[in-house]
């Protein structure tokens, strides 16, 4: 059975860039990466690319050939992946497949979206199409409303407060402070996400992971040719879950039943819990689906997200340290290399170079989100192989 | 016996008085309600439309007719404020209450008769045997120039009525006096109408409203006393009152049918929408007398004759005083953005 | 407003699918939707093209099930969980060749 590591990562400053395209983004990312692990492209066999709305903010479709093209791959294959906000964790699953299938040995996964070329009611109109087009799209409901709709919710069913909410932001931006790829250096409090301007209640502005540019990649190898890289950071299991393309459709607004299948799953790939986990990164695209993610992974029971956030249970000192870069909120969320980034985040934490560097943290737990729920994407990373 | 089968009507909630229209252009607000005899008006909300309003009161006049609704063979909707210049109004209606594709359709236009002229060809359609029951809907979100006399009573409403067999009241006679007459009008594109202010008095309104009713009653052999209840068309309320006195028809018999005094002008509903007031109220075997008046110009005169089969279907639907009550007020400001008279 | 109810299993599906998401029938009976009870609610202040803020949306609950999203209109005061809503038409947004969108917006009874 092939295992896969991934042996160099790289990425772009994520924020409002508006000096560089997408095709720009990428190719910056994916030169960082192969600098990171000491190889040249020639040897990549593959390039999975994760990128969810490239054709509405870029007029741009076939990133296969742009992407082949610009990061000098031709004549190698390339597969553009995209479910919505999950993409970059989409390519790097279908990455992994392609070499735990013995097609490939080195893989390149580059997550990448350039959201800054269009107006902000354009791009909001770009992002419903993660939701369901005909019957949230047309009635106007965003993707913001979509979570503030889950946030209501939550907050009536279990007593969650807007308060435990900020509490998520809040930890994030502090994460972000030393982050020099996060959009923001900004600490916040409470306070400041309370009074906020509403985007869409009962969620206000900082609640809400900002329009970003970036991107982000990783070079997998098999276990085969891992042995040739300094610090590989071993993937130990990959699960991935669907659920409604609507809300509507769901039988509980407050949990995702797609992180319950793909979690589940790598849970059962990897012999492991919740307790072996020493570091999490999460979709939080808005506060509150950090908090439902902590219940739906396991972290808490379903319906204490709220509390466990409030005695700390997130930061870097706490029970399981989570998004301790700075997540969606504070560094920023391109949307197709969110997934990628969360990989080298951990990856960073297990190798020993990250920023807000953990203490003898052994395997980590990323969970990417697309759309409401509609596809999670969970993935287990450890500096063991198994 | 053919007649009306099941009316129906709506008014949007949001209300503006006219003292703060007045306001806003430095007028006296009680002077002005006082002398047009309307104290506020109905507002449509940014979402409404002559074919929602229209939507709403077909569903009414339905209920009230209890009729299948794909057993309706003709939709004739009448309106100046119809959404397109080129697209009717009616096609869109008869989807949304579910009426048959088997269906004789057009829009209407003739100002504020236009629903009128809906209720006499529906109503031949069915007479003649060519459909069963047929459907005729007058609706309007009408606009009147800012800062302009009309603007106190271009109102927003509509008007439903379902004409077939087994009608609560039958229709005993129509008659239509049409001439040329431009006292009010509005050219393709135009964003708001044009009046002739004064002439649209006496050689307009009252002389085409005076020769229909006359002719009406001449054909029936009708005299004022013979009628019960009667509604003439309301640009305002002095109009209509002042044309009731010279019939001799007492307060009794219009009082429930002026809803422009708390709705304003909805144009092609004013008449139908007083009509709807006066079936709300109307006992078995009373008559029942409505002239409507479309400025270029010209006015429908119908008699009714109300059957025992009214008081059976009355409360199926909303009453007119129902839904005048149901109001929620706004400013100036938030009217002309409701109403898009703002220049973007 | 008319949802579909399967003849297999009885389950009501709105919008209405090819197949029935329980069962996998492919027979369906109508079944209209009036009076609905609204499950969450948001108001949104930052709009797409077309759509101009504010505005609210929700999640309305039917008693066959049937849950779906709709626009909010009416007396706004009495928003919350639980509010009761019926089906009306209204204009939903208009295209870029100027044709007119209609479609349903719930108004709170």
């Known amino acids: 059975m092939v295992d896969v590591a991934v042996v160099g990562v790289g990425q772009t400053a994520f924020g409002e860039l508006w000096e560089k395209s997408l095709r720009n983004l990428g190719v910056e ?29 870029s007029s741009q479709e076939h990133l296969a050939s742009l992407f082949a093209d610009h990061c000098g791959l031709m004549p ?3 597969v553009r992946c995209e479910a919505a906000c999950a993409s970059g964790s989409l390519a790097l699953r279908q990455a992994w497949l392609s070499i735990k299938s013995g097609a490939y040995d080195i893989v390149a996964v580059l997550g990448a979206e350039k959201m800054t070329d269009v107006t902000a009611s354009t791009a909001v109109a770009g992002l419903m199409a993660a939701g369901d087009a005909e019957w949230e799209g047309a009635i106007g409901l965003t993707f913001a409303g979509l979570y503030a709709l889950m946030a209501r919710a939550h907050m009536h069913a279990f007593g969650t407060t807007r308060e435990q909410m900020a509490l998520v932001s809040v930890n994030n931006h502090k994460n972000a402070m030393k982050n020099p790829y996060a959009q923001f250096h900004s600490a916040i409090t409470v306070e400041d996400v309370l009074n906020a301007a509403p985007i869409a209640e009962p969620l206000g502005l900082l609640d809400c992971s900002p329009l970003s540019d970036g991107a982000a990649c990783v070079i997998l190898a098999s276990d085969k040719v891992a042995k040739r890289f300094a610090k590989p950071v071993w993937v130990l299991g990959s699960g991935q879950g669907s659920a409604s393309l609507g809300i509507a459709a769901r039988a509980s607004l407050t949990e995702m039943p797609s992180t319950h299948a793909a979690v589940a799953d790598v849970w059962k790939q990897t012999g492991l819990h919740n307790k072996d986990v020493g570091i999490l990164e999460v979709h939080d695209c808005f506060s509150i689906n950090e908090i439902i993610a902590l219940e739906d992974l396991g972290f808490c029971p379903k319906g204490a997200g709220g509390k466990f956030v409030e005695n700390g249970g997130i930061t870097i000192s706490g029970e399981i340290p989570t998004n301790t870069a700075g997540g969606l909120k504070g560094i920023g969320h391109p949307v197709g290399a969110s997934g990628v980034r969360q990989i080298i985040d951990v990856a960073r934490q297990l190798r020993g170079d990250a920023v807000n560097q953990l203490n003898d943290v052994k395997r980590g737990l990323c969970l990417n989100v697309g759309g409401v729920g509609g596809t999670a994407i969970v993935h287990a990373l450890g500096v063991e192989r198994k | 016996m053919i007649g009306i089968a ?23 607000g009680s002077d002005i309600a006082n002398s047009l005899g309307v104290h506020e008006k109905a507002v449509a909300d940014a979402d409404e439309d002559a074919i929602t309003l229209a939507v709403e009161a077909g569903k009414s006049a339905l209920a009230r007719a209890g009729c299948d609704p794909q057993s309706v063979g003709a939709l004739f909707v009448g309106s100046e404020s119809h959404p397109y210049a080129v697209k009717p109004s009616g096609t869109v209606v ?41 459907m005729a809907i007058g609706s309007d979100t009408a606009q009147g120039r800012p800062g302009d006399a009309l603007e106190y009573t271009a109102a927003s409403g ?37 009046h002739g202010h004064r002439f649209t008095g006496e050689p307009a309104y009252f002389a085409h409203v005076d020769a229909a009713a006359r002719g009406l009653m001449e054909k029936l052999g009708l005299k004022a006393a013979d009628v019960d209840l009667v509604v003439f068309h309301m640009p305002n309320a002095k109009f209509p009152i002042r044309a009731y006195k010279q019939f001799g028809f007492g307060k009794e018999k219009w009082e429930a049918g002026l809803v422009v005094v708390n709705v304003g002008n909805t144009y092609s509903g004013s008449s139908l929408l007083g009509l709807c007031g006066l079936l709300d109220v109307a006992k078995p075997g009373q008559r029942i007398m409505l002239v409507s008046y479309g400025s270029g110009a010209g006015s429908d005169a119908f008699s009714f004759m109300v059957t025992d089969k009214i008081e059976e279907v009355r409360a199926r639907a909303p009453f007119v005083r129902d839904l005048v009550a149901k109001k929620e007020y706004v400013d100036y400001g938030t009217y002309v953005r409701l109403r898009n008279k703002l220049r973007r | 407003m008319v949802a579909a109810k399967c003849s297999g299993c009885d389950k009501v599906t709105f919008p209405p699918r090819y197949a029935c998401p329980a069962c996998g029938g492919i027979d369906f009976k109508d079944e209209t939707l009036g009076i609905g009870k609204m499950l969450s609610w948001t108001t949104i202040h930052a709009s797409p093209e077309g759509f101009e803020a504010p505005y609210t949306v929700a999640l309305i609950k039917y008693e066959n099930g049937v849950v779906l999203p709709g626009l909010v209109v009416g007396d706004m005061a009495r928003l919350e969980v639980g509010s009761t809503v019926k089906p009306v038409l209204r204009r939903l947004s208009e295209n870029s060749g100027g044709l007119l969108i209609y479609g349903v917006k719930f108004e709170i009874i």
């Open chain 1, 29 to 57: 990312a994916f030169t960082a990466a192969l600098k990171d692990a000491g190889v040249d492209r020639a040897a990549v066999q593959a390039l999975y690319v994760g990128n969810m709305a490239a054709g509405y903010m």
């Open chain 1, 76 to 78: 190698k294959p390339v």
């Open chain 2, 6 to 28: 099941g009316w129906g009507c709506h008014i949007p909630r949001f209300r503006i008085r006219t003292s703060e229209i007045a306001r806003v252009w430095r007028k006296n």
């Open chain 2, 94 to 134: 008869a989807e949304a209450l579910g009426l048959s594709r088997k269906l004789f359709l057009a829009d209407h236009e003739f100002a504020c008769k236009a629903g009128t002229a809906a209720l006499q060809n529906a109503y031949a359609l069915a007479k003649a045997g060519e459909i069963q029951y047929g």
């Open chain 2, 158 to 194: 509509a008007a439903a009525f379902v004409v077939g067999p087994n009608p609560i009241a039958a229709v005993e006679g129509m008659f239509s006096y049409t001439t040329d007459t431009s006292d009010f009008w509005r050219r393709e594109g135009a964003h708001y109408p044009s």
